[in-house]
């Protein structure tokens, strides 16, 4: 019998009957659960709580020593160690004993919009297999463009616990250097003044980056590229525990694309966490339309854009095909919203607009919505998950761990570099 049909491993619930743990100790001494899932739920769950083994021994009633060698999988716990343990790490008995509930959730009622409320201050639950709830702590996002399956949130949760394990297990800061919960602004105006703000926390303001990855990286902010279903081109999750974020963006996407779609999610986690309901609207942009506009306004900048055309001296009725390409890849962006971000600043005469539209269109239709030559930029995917491989294999008594690590990685596709672009471990020459 499956673990979550047993009528005995209900959500755990406040003030469960004797009868109840009596029950669970028939079940475990029936069915003999496995040790070693049971300790890597268990270790898992600790950290997507951010919590050490000291810390999460200390909130259950055990030693470190006895809480280490259950995440190993060297015994089960008791049933009363067991309760407790899903009492404090917001979860359910059946969690522990089966890997079939996740731990994600996809949406949830929003703060009223335009108040101080936020999201990450609010309980979370989510729905788990129609029969039960958990407490959330990292929220998944579903792509605007599909649904996605079962296998692909396996594989999206297997890389979170992987870069979580590995931030675990080399020691270093969970938290994003950024708050990623600010309040939101009611105009598109005050949109733009909104993105403005938060290239000033990543200290740019409007100065033009080339490396933006890094720009995220060095913030905290974990970015995994990876392939990904061809009608989905990132997923974000909001990691409320830690007030971080993952940003999983596909592999096999332009770099351009792949920059706005990392910029176009951050904007998703501060809507979200703002509190802007699914029909709510800044200034007529719903939830979708707002977070492409936090991108656009994110990498090309008002000021940035019109400093950049000034400076070589071009009017709006001069802009040739060759210097669009040159000015819009200083800024990373694809040749078309390079474009479009002229004419909203009046920076290009309508005319000059829709004849180089015609020719990105026949460009992209040419070449499958590939990027001109002269412009393609190339970016270090993955060097901060690279970097964390590195120092983790100077870890001996992780060197177990890790080995799952990297068969998570690799089965998940993804590829690792270190910042100096030599294969990471989990890589091959």
Request: proline letters at 5%; glycine letters at 8%.
């Amino acid at each position: 019998m499956r673990l979550l049909q047993n009528p005995l491993l209900r959500p755990l619930e406040a003030g469960r009957s004797k009868g109840f743990c009596k029950s669970l100790r028939l079940f475990m001494n029936k069915e003999k659960p496995n040790a070693s899932a049971i300790g890597r739920r268990i270790k898992t769950l600790r950290r997507q709580h951010n919590l050490t083994q000291s810390e999460l021994a200390g909130m259950v009633g055990i030693r470190t020593g006895p809480l280490n060698t259950l995440e190993r999988g060297h015994h089960l716990p008791s049933v009363p160690v067991l309760c407790k343990l899903a009492q404090v790490l917001h979860t359910d008995v059946s969690h522990l004993l089966d890997d079939a509930v996740h731990s994600y959730v996809v949406r949830e009622p929003p703060a009223p919009y335009g108040t101080d409320a936020c999201r990450n201050e609010q309980p979370l639950t989510a729905a788990a297999h129609a029969y039960s709830a958990v407490q959330a702590r990292i929220i998944r996002f579903e792509p605007d463009t599909a649904h996605l399956s079962e296998k692909t949130i396996r594989i999206i949760d297997g890389v979170i616990n992987a870069f979580l394990a590995l931030e675990d297990i080399v020691e270093v800061q969970k938290q994003a250097a950024i708050p990623l919960t600010l309040k939101l602004p009611a105009t598109q105006g005050g949109w733009q003044r909104f993105t403005a703000r938060v290239r000033g926390l990543l200290g740019i303001s409007d100065a033009v980056i080339f490396d933006y990855l890094g720009l995220f990286e060095n913030a905290g902010l974990r970015v995994v590229f990876l392939p990904l279903p061809a009608n989905v081109e990132s997923v974000a999750c909001y990691d409320r525990q830690c007030e971080n974020a993952f940003f999983l963006i596909a592999e096999g996407i332009t770099v351009e694309r792949q920059l706005f779609r990392l910029c176009y999610e951050l904007g998703r986690i501060y809507l979200y966490n703002g509190g802007l309901a699914a029909q709510a609207k800044i200034g007529g942009l719903d939830t979708e339309h707002a977070a492409r506009r936090f991108a656009a306004f994110f990498l090309m900048p008002e000021e940035a854009v019109s400093t950049s055309v000034r400076q070589v001296g071009v009017g709006p009725g001069q802009c040739t095909w060759e210097l669009l390409l040159r000015l819009k890849h200083r800024f990373g962006v694809s040749a078309e919203a390079f474009l479009y971000r002229l004419g909203e600043l009046d920076l290009i005469t309508p005319a000059s607009l829709k004849e180089l539209k015609v020719r990105i269109h026949a460009h992209y239709a040419a070449t499958g919505n590939s990027e001109p030559d002269a412009s393609r930029r190339l970016l270090t995917p993955n060097g901060r998950l690279g970097d964390l491989l590195l120092v983790a294999t100077q870890k001996a008594a992780a060197a177990g761990e890790l080995k799952q690590i990297r068969a998570d990685l690799e089965k998940a596709g993804v590829k690792t570099q270190n910042r100096r672009n030599e294969m990471s471990p989990s890589g091959t020459k």
